[in-house]
């Protein structure tokens, strides 16, 4: 088993408004999922899987988000964008409920807030 097993395709997207409308105009980039090839054949990531999982990583899952990255900019704008809403749509909800300062105080209180009453 690698550690990129469980590897899920992440676009990496930054958002540019245009000056003329308010729609958003989304540029694909694939350098951080070079950066995350790089870095998988460093011996420092590798002896760190090979301490983790007892086996040295193949990079699979990375070289294939790098090329799936590569081709898809290689597709029409249009096609792009379908494919990337599509993908957004696809994701998980996050493991996480995010509050706000205020929520996350009520909420405290609610669980721990009978810790400081004294007996």
């Known amino acids: ?11 990496v997207m930054s958002s540019e408004k245009e000056e003329s409308s308010s729609t958003v105009k989304r540029k694909l980039s694939c350098f951080e999922h070079f950066d995350a ?3 998988c054949y460093s011996p420092v990531y590798q002896m760190k899987q090979y301490y983790r999982l007892g086996t040295l990583d193949n990079c699979r899952g990375k ?3 790098w090329t799936d990255c590569l081709m898809l900019k290689t597709k029409p704008k249009s096609q792009l964008e379908e494919v990337l809403k ?5 994701k998980k909800p996050h493991i996480w409920n995010f509050r706000t300062r205020y929520e996350a105080s009520q909420n405290w209180q609610k669980m721990y807030g009978h810790l400081d009453k004294p007996e």
């Open 37 to 39: 090839l790089w870095f």
């Open 86 to 90: 599509a993908r957004e749509k696809s």
């Open 1 to 11: 088993m690698t550690g990129c097993s469980n590897f899920e395709f992440v676009a």
């Open 63 to 65: 070289w294939k988000a």
